[in-house]
């Protein structure tokens, strides 16, 4: 038995790179379609949000002179692709699938709405809500939590490529030490840069526990699904 019946996972751009320095490592992308179809085979409804890093970021882009607005409307461009790219990976794996945007672009994908995508979910497809939350300033991150709150998900699975969250760097400082639970509260005072702030403040007051985890790691979604511990649950 799966351990929750519908979730939102949180991709980021930059772990469907690969071993790549830029855009879709084939190989990754496949792995997390077929880790991801085995949780529709279980029973799970999925959610997905997914970063756009590996292709563009809207707040680098401001850096080099892009102007923001345009920089971030490039960025959920971006989160476009890499839902598209997901979305052929799943369907190849024979899973039914739906694309949303949070921009109109049809046939690209549906325009999103809560009951759409509901209704998707509860038909057994993956459902990819693509495009950020279709305004500029607003990261994935925060899409993700939004997303997550709006399809009624449990939790938020944030799959990174850190197995959880820790008092520091841990790929910069080994001394870094992992938690096992942690509050938002707890996360916003030591500040700890899991997510931005909106984004964080967002699921502590909708009450949506978060659980970091490498998703890197083939296997680790299933243990997590299965109540294996680990990672970090963010919780209120």
Request: with cysteine; net charge negative.
């Amino acid at each position: 038995m799966a351990k929750y019946k519908r979730i939102l996972l949180k991709l980021s751009g930059e772990s469907l790179m690969g071993t790549q320095n830029y855009g879709i490592d084939t190989e990754r992308l496949n792995e997390y379609a077929e880790q991801i179809t085995e949780l529709v085979n279980s029973g799970v409804q999925v959610g997905i949000v997914i970063g756009g890093g590996n292709i563009f970021r809207g707040l680098s882009g401001a850096t080099i002179g892009f102007d923001r607005v345009k920089g971030d409307q490039m960025g959920m461009l971006a989160t476009v692709i890499n839902s598209l790219a997901l979305n052929s990976a799943l369907q190849a794996a024979g899973t039914k699938t739906k694309v949303f945007t949070s921009i109109r672009m049809e046939p690209v994908g549906e325009f999103y709405s809560k009951d759409k995508a509901i209704e998707a979910l509860e038909s057994g497809m993956v459902t990819i809500i693509s495009g950020g939350t279709g305004n500029p300033y607003f990261t994935t991150d925060t899409a993700s939590a939004l997303r997550g709150i709006e399809i009624e998900a449990e939790i938020m699975l944030k799959g990174t490529r850190v197995d959880g969250v820790y008092n520091a760097d841990p790929e910069k400082d080994p001394n870094a030490t992992k938690f096992e639970k942690i509050s938002f509260d707890e996360i916003y005072n030591r500040n700890l840069k899991i997510m931005d702030l909106t984004a964080t403040t967002l699921c502590k007051e909708n009450n949506l526990p978060i659980l970091v985890f490498n998703m890197d790691k083939k296997g680790n979604l299933q243990k997590v699904m299965s109540g294996e511990s680990i990672g970090t649950i963010v919780h209120n």
